[in-house]
Antibody
């Protein structure tokens, strides 16, 4: 069974950074790309970017360049997303998603980031 | 960026009814390889989204055949025949043809 286990919710100060994780199990980590999606409170979904762990290649939504940094650790089957210079606009639930053929077939449970002083 | 316009914004149905959701794109979603990378997702209350349909009309593993995707170019439709309680939630279309990939704003399916 494919599972994506995301790290816990975060409360962070404005201007700080946060790094969240997404641990994959149930498949070969390097077989699928890993995507990240933002869902702002009561809002829809935004694609942040994608990392291909096999070749450590990333692609970003231009809107999130400079805000999000995607990495992957093949030794622990874990993908990471770091968000920098946080503002209230970054308060949201962040999902990782993966699957064959670049589909968002399997989703993590989401990490809630709250930016507040 | 490609804008996906979903209509209606919300849809009230009786269990057993058919529901239809439209997704219109600001640009053709046919890629140069001949495929159309249009997907449909359902987000049930309090849950992560789940993949229903990929490449316009292909049901993902385990998705019931009452979910039918169709369309081409810029106009796409998701039909749900015989709505069941577990179908309630917010439906999103998503395009992966153009960068950046984008989602529609969602259609909330609820009980009448």
């Amino acid at each position: 069974e494919v599972k994506l286990q995301q790290s816990g919710d975060e409360l962070v100060r404005p201007g700080a950074s946060v790094k969240m994780s997404c641990k994959a199990s149930g498949y070969t980590f390097t077989d699928y790309a890993m995507h990240w999606v933002k869902q702002s409170p009561g809002q829809g979904l935004e694609w942040i970017g994608t990392i291909i762990p096999l070749i450590d290649t990333t692609s970003y939504n231009q809107k999130f360049k400079g805000k999000a940094t995607l990495t992957a650790d093949k030794s622990s089957n874990t993908a990471y997303m770091e968000l920098s210079r946080l503002t209230s606009e970054d308060s949201a639930v962040y999902y990782c998603a993966s699957g064959p053929n670049y589909w968002f077939a399997y989703w993590g449970q989401g990490t809630l980031v709250t930016v507040s002083s | 960026d490609v804008v996906l316009t979903q209509t209606p914004v919300s849809l009230s149905v009786t269990l057993g009814d058919q529901a239809s959701i439209s997704c219109r794109s600001s640009q053709s979603l046919e890629y140069s390889d001949g495929y159309t990378y249009l997907e449909w997702y359902l987000q049930k209350p309090g849950q992560s989204p789940q993949l229903l349909i990929y490449e316009v009309s292909n049901r993902f593993s385990g998705v019931p055949d009452r979910f039918i995707g169709s369309g081409s170019g810029t106009d796409f439709t998701l039909k749900i025949s015989r709505v069941e309680p577990e179908d309630l939630g917010v439906y999103y279309c998503f395009q992966a043809t153009h960068d950046p990939h984008t989602f529609g704003a969602g259609t909330k399916l609820e009980l009448k």
